[in-house]
């Protein structure tokens, strides 16, 4: 089945700064790739997803990128802010385009004012 | 909509008790996922559901779990025996499907502690 590594596994930045966090999974199968937030005491929540037509998507201050070669993608987060705060998950579908993700272990992201 | 809704937000119980979570969908979704989340472990898949029939529930640790969904607006989580380990949160998610999104709607979760 599908296996997804995150790094890192937490993430200390100043507001202002730059945040990346990076995954790579193992089925070169998988063909869609979602991120999660998710803030403490509630379920994640859907921020962005990337679908592997496609090398790159912002939305804003967030952005993806994808390659689908090596089997890594990555979030991107520019102008951090506190409320950036949170813990992030990338996911990958299951192998046969299911949409079913897999997810990363999470990685906690602490933006400091 | 009101949201996935999951219940009881928390549950304190003691080993060898049986407990039911309990998740009410979005109206219209035909998915339902269940998802535990631990520290050792991140995010795991347990089963999940398409128009109320279990699809794969490969990811149920034993026996002693097990799920079930009567109705479009109802799904419960059982465990029995309880155990001190199958402590964790456990979320319920649900998905209007995959044609257009493969987005997962998340409730708030039910924190586990079995003592």
């Known amino acids: 089945g599908e296996n997804v590594e995150q790094h890192p596994s937490t993430l200390s930045v100043q507001e202002g700064d730059s945040a990346v966090i990076k995954c790579t999974y193992s089925?070169?199968?998988?063909?869609?790739f979602p991120w999660y937030k998710q803030e403490l005491g509630k379920g994640p929540q859907l921020i962005i997803d990337i679908r592997s037509n496609v090398g790159e998507k912002k939305d804003q201050r967030i952005a993806v990128t994808l390659n689908k070669t090596a089997k890594h993608f990555s979030l991107h987060i520019t102008e951090t802010q506190p409320e950036d705060s949170a813990v992030y998950f990338c996911?990958?579908?299951?192998?046969?385009?299911?949409?079913?993700?897999?997810f990363g272990r999470g990685t906690s992201l602490i933006v400091h004012p | 909509d009101a949201g996935v809704i999951q219940s009881p937000r928390h549950e304190v119980t003691e080993m060898g008790q049986e407990v039911t979570l309990r998740c009410k969908p979005i109206s219209g979704h035909d998915y339902l996922f269940w998802y535990r989340q631990t520290m050792m472990r991140g995010l795991e898949l347990l089963i999940y559901f398409n128009n109320n029939v279990p699809i794969d529930d490969s990811g149920m640790p034993e026996d002693r779990f097990s799920a079930k969904m009567p109705n479009a607006s109802f799904s419960n989580l059982k465990i029995q025996p309880s155990e001190p380990r199958d402590s964790a949160v456990y979320f319920c998610?649900?998905?209007?499907?995959?044609?257009?999104?493969?987005?997962?709607?998340f409730g708030e979760g039910s924190r586990l502690t079995v003592l």
């Open positions: 998610a649900s998905s209007q499907g995959f044609w257009d999104t493969g987005e997962l709607f």
């Open positions: 996911a990958a579908d299951q192998s046969g385009g299911s949409y079913i993700p897999t």
């Open positions: 089925d070169s199968a998988s063909n869609y």
